[in-house]
């Protein structure tokens, strides 16, 4: 519950929420309808904050890694993950 209703959490991989804002780009280019338009729109500008959110996420952890074998382990795995090889 959230502000006394119900909300729904997930979890979505950085190259699955990228996937998801390129597809509902070309989708609200071509809906020629204005209200559908604006839901998907509702849904991308969701879609854009979590990218946001992780990119912050991200950078805070590159300032606040305790040691080098930290941020070496994090960055090779944060590498792998962006480029879908994990």
Same mark, same amino acid.
């Given at each position: 519950m959230s502000l006394g209703k119900p909300v729904v959490q997930t979890?979505?991989?950085?190259d699955e929420l990228q996937e998801s804002i390129c597809t509902l780009e070309r989708a609200i280019e071509d809906e020629?309808? +204005?209200? =559908?338009r604006m839901g998907l729109e509702?849904?991308?500008c969701r879609f854009l904050a979590g990218a946001a959110m992780i990119q912050e996420n991200h950078e805070k +952890?590159? =300032?606040d890694a305790p040691s080098g074998a930290d941020l070496e382990e994090y960055l090779t795995t944060y590498?792998?993950?962006?480029?879908?090889?994990?």
């Amino acid at each position: 519950m959230s502000l006394g209703k119900p909300v729904v959490q997930t979890y979505l991989t950085l190259d699955e929420l990228q996937e998801s804002i390129c597809t509902l780009e070309r989708a609200i280019e071509d809906e020629p309808s +204005f209200a =559908q338009r604006m839901g998907l729109e509702r849904i991308l500008c969701r879609f854009l904050a979590g990218a946001a959110m992780i990119q912050e996420n991200h950078e805070k +952890f590159l =300032q606040d890694a305790p040691s080098g074998a930290d941020l070496e382990e994090y960055l090779t795995t944060y590498s792998k993950a962006v480029k879908g090889t994990f």
